[in-house]
């Protein structure tokens, strides 16, 4: 009976992240679906009133923050689109 719940096929999974997400973490995510949230990436926010699109007026340290997250999130997902209009490209 141990066997035969095995695989057929050896099943290869890659190691754990060195930085799980909690399902609390995920929640508060949610505040920014289907929204440009630069300014609230920016200022480390989960305040409805932060997830805007714009950011040029962001301070030094909060731009870094920013570009923290789009290298974060780059480095785990692919582009699938942009938010339509978004004039904060650059």
Request: net charge negative; glycine share 6%.
């Given at each position: 009976?141990?066997?035969?719940?095995?695989?057929?096929v050896?099943?290869?999974?890659?190691p754990?992240?060195?930085?799980p997400?909690?399902?609390?973490?995920?929640?508060?995510?949610?505040v920014f679906?289907?929204?440009d949230?630069?300014r609230?990436?920016?200022?480390?926010?989960?305040k409805p009133?932060?997830v805007?699109?714009?950011?040029h007026?962001?301070e030094?340290?909060?731009?870094?923050?920013l570009n923290?997250?789009?290298?974060?999130?780059?480095?785990?997902?692919?582009?699938?689109?942009?938010?339509?209009?978004?004039?904060n490209?650059?």
């Amino acid at each position: 009976m141990a066997g035969r719940f095995e695989p057929k096929v050896p099943v290869r999974l890659n190691p754990p992240k060195d930085d799980p997400i909690s399902v609390e973490e995920l929640a508060k995510a949610t505040v920014f679906a289907g929204k440009d949230a630069s300014r609230a990436l920016g200022k480390t926010s989960t305040k409805p009133e932060d997830v805007r699109p714009e950011w040029h007026d962001l301070e030094d340290k909060e731009i870094e923050t920013l570009n923290d997250w789009i290298t974060f999130f780059s480095k785990r997902y692919n582009v699938v689109g942009v938010v339509e209009g978004a004039e904060n490209m650059e």
